[in-house]
Each structure stands twice: as C-alpha cells, then as structure tokens.
C-alpha cells in the first residue's frame, strides 16, 4: 500500500510525524480513512479514536478531543485540543479523576471554579464514554 506523510500535534507536542498507509479519523460528521492521494478536505474532530495505520501489521490508537483534520496534497495533519494514546489510559485511574472532578464541581466557592470544574469533568466523561473502559 503507497505511503502519505501524517503528523498529529496538540498543544502539548508533536505526537507522530511520519509515513503511513492509512489514519482512520473520527470526523465531526462521521469516521473517515485517508489512505494515499486522498481528496483535499478539512474536517472538525469529535472525540473518538484516532487509529494510525503506519504498515498493515503496526497501528497505533489515540484518543482525541477536539480540534480539526486537513487533507491536503502534503498528507494529513491533525491539530487536536487534545491527545493521548490509548495504552496509557486506565479505567480505574479514570473513575477516580472522575470522582474527584464531580467533588470539585459540588465545592466550588465561585462561579468560575464551578464552571472550570465542570468543564474538566465534562471532559474526564467524554474520554470514558469513547473507550469504553
């Protein structure tokens, strides 16, 4: 299968720059495999699971929350609010940012604490509703 040049980047660093046969990404209308010479399209994430297909016997998985995706002739680039690969997440630690981030929300002393808070929490969900965990 011919290769394409994909990178993701977050805020925090670049997480994969290279060649790869195909990236599956979970697009705001429905996921979508770019494979090589795809057609140029733009993209807003939504939060899933960004799979990378670097050869047909090594795939990586990471979790994305929000941001976008561009198709151009140069390959894909995903810029996203966050990523973090899947097999660094656990189940029980999750449950228990949870936890705290619900007792966060219930006491916060202002308006703005509260709605960080809730904020955080909202995430802290949607990173368990998409694995499964």
């Known amino acids: 299968m011919a290769a394409f040049h994909f990178e993701l980047v977050s805020p ?11 990236v599956v990404v979970p697009g705001a209308e429905g996921e979508f495999t770019v494979l090589d010479n795809h057609a ?17 016997s090594k795939t990586s998985r990471l979790f994305v929350r929000g941001g976008f995706a561009d198709v151009s002739g140069k390959g894909l680039t995903i ?10 997440l ?4 999750l449950d228990a940012q949870i936890r705290d ?4 929300v219930t ?27």
């Open 12 to 22: 925090e660093r670049l997480l994969f720059s290279g060649n790869v046969e195909a």
């Open 90 to 93: 656990d189940a029980a630690k």
């Open 101 to 104: 981030a619900e007792e966060d």
């Open 107 to 133: 006491d916060a002393a202002s308006d703005e604490t509260r709605r960080l808070a809730a904020e955080k929490l909202a995430q802290l969900r949607e990173v368990r509703a998409v694995l499964n965990l």
């Open 40 to 56: 140029p399209v733009m993209s807003v994430l939504k939060p899933g699971i960004v799979q990378i297909g670097e050869t047909s």
């Open 79 to 88: 810029l996203a609010e966050q990523a973090i690969p899947v097999e660094v």
